[in-house]
Nanobody, 128 residues
Framework: QVQWKESGGASVQSEGSLRLSCQAS????????MAWFRQAPGKEREVIAA????????NYADSVKGRFTISQDNSKKTVYLQLDNLNPEDTAIYYC?????????????????????WGPGTQVSVSA
């Protein structure tokens, strides 16, 4: 059974930074897409960053481009999200998710329906 677990969420002040981690258990695939999502109170869930594990190719939503960085350590089956220059609008529950084994498709990488295995989420709160 594939399980993902996020960690690193915290309460920070504006312009602060955090690094979120997402670690897998029970997943043996080597070619798949990982993504970070977030859902703010009263808003729909949005995909914000994606990475293809085989090549390291990445894709970002415009809302976080230039401030957030997705990376990976395949030896640890872990994906990271570095969040810099945070602002209160970044307050949300952050989730990681993966596809099954597949090739990279940049346009699909930022679509919610692409992902099938999810973590429970970690809270990020940013105060002014």
């Amino acid at each position: 059974q594939v399980q993902w677990k996020e960690s690193g969420g915290a309460s920070v002040q504006s312009e602060g930074s955090l690094r979120l981690s997402c670690q897998a258990s029970g997943y043996t695939a080597s070619r798949y897409c990982m993504a970070w999502f977030r859902q703010a109170p009263g808003k729909e869930r949005e995909v914000i960053a994606a990475i293809f594990t085989a090549s390291g190719a990445t894709n970002y939503a415009d809302s976080v481009k230039g401030r957030f960085t997705i990376s990976q350590d395949n030896s640890k089956k872990t994906v990271y999200l570095q969040l810099d220059n945070l602002n209160p609008e970044d307050t949300a529950i952050y989730y990681c998710a993966s596809t099954g084994p597949r090739s990279w498709n940049k346009s699909a990488s930022l679509k919610d329906a692409t992902y099938v295995y999810w973590g429970p989420g970690t809270q990020v709160s940013v105060s002014a």
